[in-house]
């Protein structure tokens, strides 16, 4: 849904696809969460919770085809919801064999959209446009207790609007802290650049700033070869060359501060909400006006 006030732009995902996931999921009338999915602890997450012993298995084939409609509705709905981008990703990862684990993980995302039916991004208009692309990356190292694969999250900011968040299992196995934030970074970086080249087209100039609450991941960026971290392939290098032409300049930030953190964790309700101002983003209650009853 596209508003344009006297000020400002409104952007909102449609309600209707959450209305009709808490009908699918027969939840219309569930208790609210304040959070789109709870830490894992050992693996088990919403499942030890709920003292289950059998999270891991399989669902029938009538649940399980429920279970990815569902989630891919969730996934449609996380384009404009980054808030639930990481909790949708982790769910997409067991579509192809949803257990009960997974389908508790679904609810507990119901749950959280049942309280906050409404996302509403406002996009101020401006006399003069910041030339300055924020990036902000982050990685979880070995976040998967199953395969220990880590994700890259990110969040792509200009003049105060959000213009993309992602989340993504990274596909090589980072065996450090300091790698997985590099290879974040590296998807951070490639998407700026392919940005980038879209402003160009338009006729606008940007300069990519990319943000890292790491330490170590800088510190790769910012020198020239492998260093101590022989096993990482060639390949991967091409950003120290993008930084030491100055494509694009490297800034450390707090943890506490980083966006990104919506790709990469499950996040507490009032770390949700400072991150979703970052981005400028609200909740807003009620149900908008311009759609029509589903």
Known sequence: IVRCGSRELFYEAGPRHVEKLLREMDMVDCKPATSPGVKSVGGTGDAQASGLNDEDEPRVVEAARMYRGSTARCNYLAADR???????????????????????ALKRLCRYLKGRLRLVQKIPFRTSMDRDLMVYVDSDWAGCRDTRKSTNGGAMVLSGAGLKTWSSTQAVLALSSGEAEY??????????????????????????????????????????????????EVGYLWLQDAVAEKRLTVHKCKGEDNPADFGTKRLAGDVIQRHLGTLGYHLEDGRSTVVPAS
């Open 82 to 104: 980054p808030e639930i981008a990481y909790s949708t990703k982790e769910l997409c990862r067991s579509m192809s064999a949803p257990t009960k684990k997974s389908e508790l």
């Open 183 to 232: 290879y974040a970074a590296l998807k951070g970086a490639s998407l700026a650049l392919g940005m980038r080249s879209i402003a160009r087209d338009l006729g606008i100039e940007l300069q990519i700033r990319l943000h890292t609450d790491s330490a170590a991941a800088k510190g790769i960026m910012l020198r020239r070869g492998l260093g101590k971290l022989r096993h990482i």
